[in-house]
């Protein structure tokens, strides 16, 4: 079959089959092929790899991922493309599809049972819409992820590689870092997709930390903290604490573990790094 990349082949298929995007699952397929290459390189897809794709839509990435990896499985919420990846995808044989929404799907049996629990390549041109809880859920949930290479909206892309004192630094910075080292691969302007999306894109590789960057004795609590100086940016990091419900410290308590660090009172919590979040989580949890 013709690769999907070729943008006469995507209308062909899409016009054979009547299928109409779906809005609330920001359906944007990818045309163009030099894109996709780079997808496939920053991912560093080999034969021995096993990769999840995350919304494989008519089936374009998991055709150059079948062709670089050992193994692909490919998740897909909306069902009126299951015929269709049946087509696109009936010569690879070492591609799956599952039926499923990502944020339900139990990823941790699936690697256990199709790859023997070893570390998976994620690779996902993501729905902007839940672009973070999909990549979150997968680094909370623990599987066994070796890297996410995704194709992303830029904003989010920047957010996630951004350092602190800069304006896109925030909650989705700390997140990521604590968990993965972000690399942006790529820009990706929107007349590489159809429909154009309004914005433009990014492909950004995240690498795994074998643990965590830090070391935090509650992580929850340094995320809570995290979620609750950025809240409210201009607020100091004290008040953005003091106002938060998240955080049942008392104020005292709260200057006090500011204070020990070596911080102002009028610090914000932009200026921050990850090791001082993990820190102060330390000082208040006692």
């Known amino acids: ?150 194709m992303v909206q830029k904003e989010v892309a920047l957010r996630m590689q951004a350092q602190p004192g800069t304006k896109d630094y925030g909650a989705l910075s700390l997140a990521v870092q604590y968990y993965a080292e972000p690399y942006l691969a790529a820009n990706v302007p929107p007349n590489c997709f159809m429909p154009r999306p309004n914005v433009g894109s990014a492909v950004i590789r995240l690498i795994r930390h074998e643990e965590p960057r830090v070391s935090v004795k509650d992580e929850a609590l340094m995320f809570r903290i995290i979620r609750a100086s950025f809240n409210q940016r201009r607020k100091t990091l004290q008040n953005g604490l003091n106002n938060s419900p998240e955080i049942s410290t008392s104020k005292e308590q709260i200057a006090e573990a500011i204070a020990a660090l070596g911080l102002p009172p009028g610090v914000r919590g932009e200026a921050l790094t990850l090791e001082q979040f993990a820190a102060l989580a330390d000082k208040i949890c006692g």
């Open 1 to 150: 079959m013709e690769k999907l990349s070729n943008p006469r082949k995507t209308i062909e298929i899409i016009q054979k089959y009547k299928f109409v995007f779906q809005k609330k699952f920001g359906q944007n397929f990818l045309i163009d092929a030099h894109v996709l290459d780079k997808i496939i390189a920053a991912a560093e897809i080999t034969k021995e790899d096993f990769v999840l794709e995350v919304g494989p839509g008519i089936g374009t990435m998991t055709q150059y991922l079948a062709e670089s990896a050992g193994k692909v499985v490919a998740v897909e919420i909306d069902k009126a493309l299951l015929p269709i990846l049946e087509e696109t995808l009936e010569e690879y044989e070492n591609a799956d599809v599952i039926h499923a929404d990502v944020l339900k799907l139990d990823i941790g049996k699936l690697v256990r049972e199709q790859n023997g629990g070893r570390p998976i390549k994620v690779v996902a041109n993501l729905p902007y819409y839940i672009t973070t809880p999909i990549i979150m859920g997968l680094f909370e949930s623990h599987v066994p992820i070796e890297s996410i290479t995704v």
